[in-house]
């Protein structure tokens, strides 16, 4: 089912519009303008997205539609023809995207044109990115839109989960003239239905796929009597065989090859620049049974053979057979980053962007919240350059003296001292093209000599998104911040109820905080198996409140969510712990989103 979001009460439309004069010109923003708006309109200027553009983006990609009927179409199809006349097609639009933000689907009138797409690199803030975002039901009106042809529209967009995993899969939206004092939507109920009736076809349908999975893993099994592992983009089985002869991250590349061949045959188009590009470049017949060579990394010592599983002529996954390579001296290897984890579109556009001034002379300024990776992206960037960290009190005497002929990597600019900051001003102003990377966490207001220094480096700066603006990279992160295992022992893997708690998390402390509780569930778990959410600290298990809260409710919020632990869930203790009835705590935890427990 989907969750709809609460919004809290909007600014006036007025208050809207001249915030977003302003921001277009550059000056500074009015309090009171909610953050995941100016979030939105700070992504689309970073994307390059032109406000003043009608009709549908001249450079969008002509992928952007796919070519035939994806799953999640098909699956949508009847419910969005049922309910389409319930729209009033002269006064608004239905539309379904896929996860890209890509649309499928769309009857209705548009607002300035039917769009392809309607992910913020190309349209700016919008209620179905929002959604995707957040996972949540959201909501855009007038104003708060980047374009410039979208501000007399209100749109409002639901989230389609796939009912196994809670991934998001695309959104249904529902657009209407500007209605921005209707609280919510009045199309909120229209876009429920459809996800709802979406979710539930998915369902049933995956239900009858993922025992057809099983089915061919099980056979595979039993006739190769080992190593076999078996893919469908949610799911993943690996046999103990195979456990021992890929790692944790040969079983990833081995996954990203095999779903690689996967969307190739699942009649969704060519691959985009965003796919994986391993495996077959033949096409793959779902019926022919044949079975395709997987190129897997040096060193593995074993080779990969796949063969695509199928239902009613669609593939619905694939099962990996490996077979140990024998005889063959394989050479010790050093383990090389692989880089920085994440393929979400605000941390790879970030990272591209990084490279990107990092290949051409001159400085480089790296801003991000504490834990963001800023330090592990820089010290990739500048390999081998000479580190400095303001924090512990590094600093040289003379930095033009020090830089001469080498880079040098200046962690925590905002705690040098003046007399620091100064040198570096100079240095800049004298010779600004040198090799000098900076990086940066805001916080208390700059002092006059950081200010300029911020300034000197703006035209060169990147700034790197917090982990709660790229949720989708934490599965991906979990694998790479892992420890590695010791000899036999099994991978850090974690049930679905686990990852969306970490998905739902907002991580305050960034990368940095999430490394902390890898590490720590890594070396002081004694269970075996899956890691389970009732294993995550508190916080984290517990999601974030719904609602800005007060210190005292915040501290009674935490006592409940510690007592509730402490007695095993057992309401009817944790009322008599706390001192109050039965019926106040059961108020207090649908209050605080705790009924759960």
Known sequence: MTTAEHPSARPPLAALRSARELFLQGRRLPDGIPEEVVAGWKRARFFGVRYDVRGPAPDAPRSSVRSAESPLLTAARPALERIAPALDAGQGALLLTDERLRVLWITGCAPDGPRTDLSEQLVGHNSAALARRTGRRAEAHGPEHFLDSWQDLSAVSVPIRAPETGRTLGTVTVTSRLCAECSPHPGAPLAEAVASAVEAELLARSQAAERILLDAYLRAVGEREGAVVAFDGRNRLVSEAAGRLLSPEGLEALERSALALLRGSAGNGSHTASDPVDGPEAPVDPASGARYPIPLAPGTGCTA?????????????????????????????????????????????????????????????????????????????????????????????????????????????????????????????????????????????????????????????????????????????????????????????????????????????????????????????????????????????EGPASRPLSPMEQAERAAIVEALHRHGGNKARTAAALGIARATLYRKLQGYQLDRN
């Not at 504490?370 to 330090?375: A, D, H, P, S, Y």
């Not at 960037?381 to 590094?394: F, I, N, P, T, W």
């Open 305 to 541: 053979t796949v063969t695509p599983v199928s239902r009613q002529e669609s593939v619905i996954g694939v099962v990996a057979v490996l077979e140990q390579v024998r005889h063959t001296a394989v050479p010790p290897t050093v383990r090389v980053s692989a880089g920085p984890a994440g393929r979400s579109v605000p941390w790879r556009h970030a990272v591209r962007r990084a490279r990107e001034l990092t290949s051409l002379r001159g400085p480089l300024l790296l801003v991000g919240e504490r834990g963001t990776g800023k330090t592990s992206l820089a010290r990739e960037l500048m390999a081998g350059s000479l580190v400095v960290d303001a924090a512990k009190g590094e600093l040289p005497a003379d930095f033009a003296a020090l830089i001469n002929g080498d880079r040098l990597l200046v962690r925590h600019v905002e705690r040098l001292a003046q007399a620091g900051t100064a040198a570096l001003n100079s240095l800049l102003a004298s010779h600004p093209d040198v090799p000098l990377l900076v990086t940066y966490t805001p916080g208390t207001p700059p002092g006059p000599c950081l200010q300029r220094l911020l300034d000197t480096l703006a035209a060169r700066s990147v700034t790197l998104p917090a982990l709660r603006e790229r949720r989708e990279d934490i599965r991906e992160l979990l694998t790479a911040l892992a420890p590695r295992p010791s000899a036999g022992q099994p991978p850090l893997t974690w049930t679905l109820d686990a990852l969306r708690a970490l998905e739902q998390y907002p991580w305050p402390g960034n990368v940095t905080e999430l490394a902390h509780l890898v590490r720590a569930l890594a070396e002081q778990r004694r269970t075996t198996g899956p890691v389970r959410r009732a294993e995550l600290p508190d916080p984290v298990r």
